[in-house]
Structures are given as structure tokens and as C-alpha cells.
């Protein structure tokens, strides 16, 4: 696609339930990164993917957060028994794999507010 | 560890003036530097970067930023400001042996009063 698609652009749930956000990458990028914002703060790094693999999950904030990339494409984020503290706004990037100096591209991320 | 600094949380400027938005860094070794902006409610749009050569560098919509190694700075910079430039500013550093993720300061609102 043209840019980095983030789906739903919005989410409220309930407390305790589990939530699936969805990214779509650009095409033929192979890197894909997590991100959350909350609100006044800065970027939380959560997940680094390079291809299906995730060789830096060191940001998840705790065992409710998970994420899986498949064919190298689409990466889910899940996170199980949502509490209130994870209202935040959620950042997809891609970029190409090679070097460190290669950009990376935001999705406009999906705002989930936990109630 | 590895951390990125933009000492201002606002800056305010009138339209047609100069801007500069600060960043210094900390990270070992020789790092590349971006700057992103972000406008209400979209994601974070790339301006620039640097990656090696020559400290000024250039980008979109008229920014630029210089580096300064001594001083572990990557300041923003436009010679004349517009209303539009109005929005969240980031600047990231990703360490030249760690491609796995941006380090991401917390970010400058600058204000551009007409």
C-alpha cells in the first residue's frame, strides 16, 4: 500500500476484555515496530519485528501484551484483560531492512481507551 | 543507556521568524539522528536525517538540522516559520550497532502565532 494502515483507528473497551490491533505495513518492508503514545507523553518502544521474528520484545510492558507478524507482512498486537493504565494511542512503523540510517514510516495508530 | 533530550516541552515564535527546535542525545558510539513531526491526531511524519557527511542537512517543507558531535546536538531549524509549521516535534536516535528500535525524546510543541 502507500503508507503504513492501521486498523480500527479507534477502540473503547471494557476493562478486562482483550483487544486486537491491526497493522498493515508498506509493501516490501520487512522491518515493523510497536510503539505507544500516551497521552503528554512521548514514544514507549514495545516490539521490533525483522521479518515474521521479533528479536526485541523488550519494551512489552507486561505478559498481557503479545504481538505476531505474518508473511513478513500484517502484524497483530494483542493485549489480554485490558486495565485503564493501557489507554493509550498505539504506533505502527515500518521500514526497509539494511541499515540503521533507513527511516521509518507511522501508521496514523489506533486510540484505545479503556473503561 | 541510551536517551535523547529536547529540553523545551514548548516553543513560540510569530510567523516569519527563525525556529529552532533543541535536541542533544546520549548514545554510545556514532548514531543517525531523524527528526518527525506529528500533527493532531495523525502519526509521525519523517523530515529528516542525519547519517553521515555533512552536519546541515536538509528536508522537507524547509527544515533543516545541523549536527554538532561535540555537543551531542541535533537542533531544528527553519529560517522562517509559517502558521502551518504549528505541531509536535520529535527527534529520534537510532544507535549505529542497535538497529532494533528509535530512541524518541519527549517531544516540543511549537506554537506559530500569526
Known amino acids: 500500500g502507500a503508507g503504513v494502515s492501521q486498523s480500527p483507528s479507534n477502540k473503547v473497551t471494557e476493562k478486562g476484555k482483550d483487544v486486537e490491533l491491526r497493522c498493515d505495513p508498506i509493501s516490501g518492508h520487512t522491518a515493523l515496530y510497536w510503539y505507544r503514545q500516551s497521552l503528554g507523553q512521548g514514544l514507549e518502544f514495545l516490539i521490533y519485528f525483522q521479518g515474521n521474528s521479533a528479536p526485541d520484545k523488550s519494551g512489552l510492558p507486561s505478559d498481557r501484551f503479545s504481538a505476531e507478524r505474518t508473511g513478513g507482512s500484517v502484524s497483530t498486537l494483542t493485549i489480554q484483560r485490558t486495565q485503564q493504565e493501557d489507554s493509550a494511542v498505539y504506533l505502527c512503523?515500518?521500514?526497509?531492512?539494511?541499515?540503521?540510517?533507513?527511516?521509518?514510516?507511522f501508521g496514523q495508530g489506533t486510540r484505545l481507551t479503556v473503561v | 543507556a541510551q536517551s535523547v533530550a529536547q529540553p523545551e516541552d514548548q516553543v513560540n515564535v510569530a510567523e516569519g521568524n527563525p525556529l529552532t527546535v533543541k535536541c542533544t542525545y546520549s548514545?554510545?558510539?556514532?548514531?543517525?539522528l531523524f527528526w518527525y513531526v506529528q500533527y493532531p491526531n495523525r502519526g509521525l511524519q519523517f523530515l529528516l536525517k542525519y547519517i553521515t557527511g555533512d552536519n546541515l542537512v536538509k528536508g522537507s517543507y524547509g527544515f533543516e538540522a545541523e549536527f554538532n558531535k561535540s555537543q551531542t546536538s541535533f537542533h531544528l531549524k527553519k529560517p522562517s516559520a509559517l502558521v502551518s509549521d504549528s505541531a509536535l516535534y520529535f527527534c529520534a536516535v537510532r544507535p549505529m550497532y542497535n538497529f532494533n528500535k528509535f530512541y524518541f525524546g519527549s517531544g516540543t510543541k511549537l506554537n506559530v502565532k500569526p
Open positions: 548514545v554510545s558510539g556514532n548514531p543517525y
Open positions: 512503523a515500518s521500514s526497509r531492512a539494511g541499515t540503521g540510517g533507513t527511516e521509518a514510516f
